[in-house]
T-cell receptor, first 112, second 112 residues
């Protein structure tokens, strides 16, 4: 499968714990995005990488959230001290310049 | 910020019927995208539109880029059970290679 992959697909955690999600984009795609989707809503932009550089962060991305793309390939999204409001689907998307974005299957997070 | 409003919010139709949904924006878009999302999965790109007035088909799906550049329409002909899902319109903030803003979604249910 050469699509965008995300791991894990589901995560249940207790409030206050840290969680980390991974995204593997399509191999030749230099641009990578993270979105968050809550129930009944469309995805909302969180942050964007071009190669290893994080070029933009949404105001939705509080200081408890951090994202990396150390070698310009896979990316990780970490949430520290999780809160119940962090429960959502976290989606990763990638593309090449001037092309449309392709989404991964998402990681569904439930914070108890 | 930019907002995309979709209507209807949900539709219940019988198999074989045609479906129409639309998306309107408070701002001009240079690209319109239509995605379909199945439960527990990421959005899948259906159709991309790049020019005002453009009409593009993908099998039973047809989408149009409104001439005002503030709206788009998606039609599904002869619906089948696998058309069930949530349909989102989306547009990049600038150009094609940019973070996407998504509409509120249209939930489609198909009855036999």
């Amino acid at each position: 499968d050469t699509g965008v992959s995300q791991d894990p697909r589901h995560k249940i955690t207790k409030r206050g714990q840290n969680v980390t999600f991974r995204c593997d984009p399509i191999s030749e795609h230099n641009r990578l995005y993270w979105y968050r989707q809550t129930l009944g809503q469309g995805p909302e932009f969180l942050t964007y990488f071009q190669n290893e550089a994080q070029l933009e962060k949404s105001r939705l991305l509080s200081d408890r959230f951090s994202a990396e793309r150390p070698k310009g390939s896979f990316s990780t999204l970490e949430i520290q001290r999780t809160e119940q409001g962090d429960s959502a689907m976290y989606l990763c998307a990638s593309h090449r310049a001037q092309e449309t974005q392709y989404f991964g299957p998402g990681t569904r997070l439930l914070v108890l | 910020g930019q907002q995309l409003n979709q209507s209807p919010q949900s539709m219940f139709i019988q198999e074989g019927e045609d479906v129409s949904m639309n998306c309107t924006s408070s701002s001009i878009f240079n690209t319109w995208l239509w995605y379909k999302q199945d439960p527990g999965e990421g959005p899948v790109l259906l159709i991309a539109l790049y020019k005002a007035g453009e009409l593009t088909s993908n099998g039973r799906l047809t989408a149009q880029f409104g001439i005002t550049r503030k709206d788009s329409f998606l039609n599904i002909s002869a619906s089948i059970p696998s058309d069930v899902g949530i349909y989102f319109c989306a547009g990049p903030y600038t150009g094609t290679a940019s973070k996407l803003t998504f509409g509120t979604g249209t939930r489609l249910q198909v009855t036999l």
